[in-house]
């Protein structure tokens, strides 16, 4: 057994300076797009803006079960931003952002960091800039932990084989936990949040994988990742990562206490002390809508630090953001399990049933753990041609208790999106506009082959 654990240690060791040597070599760099930039109101991505008159006003009319939630919104951990989208003569879009108390409040980001995930994914997969290797390749993962398995099928997929893009699918479509934690170790900790930072998202936190209970240890190590290409021959390998990013300090607790467990066979055990959030994931919903304004309108974003994506990278993301689980043919998405609202909070509170809104589409991302449910989305109606964007987060928890599975996502969550996004798109409708949009890049057909 010690031999064993001796020869393990020397393993990592000489992975590590393998990992080492690699990050070394040079990367090719290919040049971003070049897209028309313009330059319109900026977000106030690192700053608490002040409430939105209009916003304010718009939100009295809301029902009137949710006006107790705007008169105490810090209990509820609210936060709303909306934008309004107007076009020119020559479509370009100019932006009016208007916001409800966006502070620094903590609020879990739950599986909002998918997406950026997704993003930075593509980044790498065109940073690497090998021959024969695309968001299509298969993609392996190795163990690195004693009792793991190794990811090398995907029956999901249609060729049996996981790959970036089969991973970004999963996220998009149905929020896959898994899929983002192979992402996460293909990007590497430290790398992921480097970049974000350099993108300006200086407050980003990306510490841990989803769903799976690890120590902080082993989140800061990333499995090796390697691409095979047809022919059987491995074209690009990454061996494992260990992090040695160094987080600014935080103090986030929430609830008045949690549940945790009290071991094999045992019942859980209240603890009367807020959860400490302080080392999770820091995804402030002011960086979840400006991803999204920023992989909506590409042109939007300064062309000096603009996200290093090709055109087809967009419409892929475009694509599988609005597509609804049921038109997924791999993977296959079937109900009751699932439903075409199934991640579409805003407008929707992700009801069971049809689609409801004929020729609207919603590109967003959704979040919903501990209590708090969390939507950034860009909504888009092809026949009113009517656009605009909303994000939003409420902590739904009434006892605060956490760990505990009493949310009141269901009595307070999800009406309350609904009912935020039906406001929104009803005043949108209703909202003049010079000259109407051109919407059709934005539209797919969704019959996979």
């Excluded at 609804?324 to 991640?343: G, I, N, Q, R």
């Amino acid at each position: 057994m010690i031999r064993n654990r001796i020869l393990w240690k020397w393993v990592l060791l000489l992975s590590g300076f393998v990992a080492v040597f690699l990050s070394c070599a040079p990367v090719k760099k290919p040049i971003p797009v070049v897209m028309e930039s313009y330059f319109t109101e900026a977000l106030a991505i690192n700053s608490q803006p002040e409430n939105s008159a209009l916003l304010y006003g718009l939100l009295q009319e809301m029902p009137a079960p949710f006006l107790p939630l705007l008169k105490n919104p810090d209990a509820y951990r609210l936060q709303i931003i909306y934008t309004q989208i107007d076009r020119d003569s020559a479509n370009k879009p100019y932006f009016k952002h208007h916001y409800f108390n966006v502070t620094d409040q903590y609020t879990y980001p739950a599986s909002t960091v998918k997406l950026p995930a997704a993003v930075l994914a593509l980044e790498k997969m065109n940073q690497l800039a090998i021959d024969g290797l695309t968001l299509y390749t298969p993609m392996f993962t190795d163990p690195l932990r004693p009792g793991e398995k190794p990811v090398y099928e995907d029956a999901s997929s249609k060729t049996g084989k996981p790959s970036v893009a089969h991973y970004i699918k999963k996220i998009l479509l149905v929020s896959d936990n898994e899929a983002f934690n192979r992402l996460y170790e293909f990007l590497g900790q430290a790398p992921f949040n480097n970049r974000l930072h350099d993108l300006g998202l200086t407050q980003s936190q990306m510490t841990h994988r989803l769903s799976i209970s690890l120590t902080e240890q082993e989140n800061r190590t990333t499995n090796p990742v390697w691409f095979m290409d047809a022919s059987g021959k491995t074209i690009y390998r990454q061996p494992f990562g260990l992090s040695k990013m160094t987080y600014t300090p935080r103090t986030d607790a929430i609830g008045k206490g949690y549940m945790k467990s009290g071991g094999p066979g045992m019942d859980d055990v209240l603890v009367n002390e807020p959860l400490n959030f302080s080392t999770k994931n820091r995804w402030p919903l002011m960086y979840a809508h400006q991803l999204t304004q920023w992989l909506m309108f590409p042109e939007s974003q300064p062309a000096s630090s603009r996200l290093i994506l090709t055109p087809s990278d967009y419409t892929f993301l475009w694509k599988y953001m609005s597509m609804l689980p049921e038109e997924s043919d791999f993977p296959a998405y079937a109900k009751p399990d699932y439903w075409p609202t199934y991640v579409k909070f805003l407008m929707t509170g992700s009801e069971k049933g049809e689609w409801p809104y004929k020729n609207v589409r919603i590109f967003n991302k959704v979040g919903d753990a501990y209590g708090h449910l969390l939507d950034a989305a860009y909504v888009a109606d092809f026949e009113n041609k009517v656009e605009f964007m909303l994000s939003a987060v409420i902590y739904c928890n009434s006892d605060n208790i956490l760990n505990d599975d009493k949310y009141d996502y269901d009595a307070v969550g999800f009406p309350f999106m609904k009912a935020l996004g039906k406001l929104v798109y009803d005043y949108e409708l209703k909202r003049e506009r010079k000259y109407r949009p051109d919407l059709s890049r934005y539209q797919f057909n969704y019959t996979e082959n």
